[in-house]
């Protein structure tokens, strides 16, 4: 099978953790979410998460390795600095929000804003012409999913492979709730069965495609 063909999506089960991810370059095109930066730079970089996606901006990341982020507020979300002198002081004084901002380019003139009301925070995310960052918009049913199946779908919707290979999906592919950061994530039963119906759903969105998931229709060793 040609690269082109075949894709390759890292979660962040534990059972991913002592895999060397770097052996499977070779075999396609290689999409993670989320923490797995930490320890691994994949072709592309998916997050959902406004934590993550401060997290990921502040440690310099995008300047090196691409990245998608989810628009989750609205088709155009990127202001210009005037903006931010209206929208910020306005969050803080009158909706009480906690702002939180990432480290400021000195040639940025646009930020990225990413606010939960429920938790009644806003990250302001300053840009930079030197990120590689595309941000995509989804309808409104999508932005409660997990960066994980996002990253699935959207290696589904970009690349258009014959096959999609799902490493460190654990809760799906081996009915495990255990995550290697779970600082971020702390898998309950609810939470679970909800990830798995999106698996369920962007395997029949794309028919087409062969998905299969480590652990249970393949093993590491044999994929490299």
Known sequence: MMIKDRVFVIGNGES??????SLLRKGGILYGCNALYRVFNP???????????YEIINSGY????????????????IHTEDAYYMFIPYLQEYEKYKIIETKKPEESSTFFLLGNAALKRAYVIWLSEKYNID????DKKYYDWNSGTLSIKIACE?????????????SYAKQSMNHIYPEFYQLKPPAVEQWNEQHEL???EFP?????????????????
């Open 158 to 170: 970009k690349n258009k492979p014959k096959e999609v290979v799902c490493i460190g999906f654990d």
């Open 208 to 224: 087409d495609i062969t998905f299969l998931y480590e652990g249970r229709d393949v093993n590491f060793r044999d994929l490299i």
């Open 16 to 21: 991913r953790k002592d895999f060397n991810l």
């Open 62 to 77: 995008p300047e090196k390795y691409r990245c998608i982020f989810l628009n989750a507020d609205e088709e155009n979300n």
């Open 135 to 138: 941000f995509i918009h989804f």
């Open 43 to 53: 072709d592309v970089l998916v997050s959902n998460d406004d934590k993550m996606i």
């Open 202 to 204: 962007v395997q029949k």
